[in-house]
């Protein structure tokens, strides 16, 4: 990632939220990476939503964030996954 995307995210997350807050994680991924998705949020419960073809799936996970630089390392963990989109 890109030190100039993830400074932007920090500054415009931090002018909308008051932390700790709830924000809301959404991925569209290839089929058969779901779970490397998931396995970031082990204690979290993720909604899982097929493509009209199958061939991909969005995940939508909702947590409570102490900071935006917590949601950084989320988005920067993410960033392994092959594949993934980060909405």
């Known amino acids: 990632m ?5 400074e932007s995210l920090r500054e415009k997350l931090d002018q909308h939220y008051a ?7 959404k ?3 290839p089929k058969g990476k779901e779970q490397e998705v ?3 949020f082990p204690q979290h419960t993720a909604t899982q939503r097929a493509s009209k073809n199958g061939n991909y799936s969005s995940i939508t ?22 594949g993934i ?3």
């Open 2 to 6: 890109k030190p100039e995307w993830t």
């Open 19 to 25: 932390w700790p807050a709830l924000y809301t994680f």
């Open 27 to 29: 991925f569209i991924v």
């Open 38 to 40: 998931v396995a970031l």
């Open 61 to 82: 996970i909702q947590m409570m964030m102490p900071s935006s630089d917590a949601i950084v390392l989320v988005y920067e963990a993410a960033s392994s996954i092959e």
């Open 85 to 87: 989109i980060a909405l």
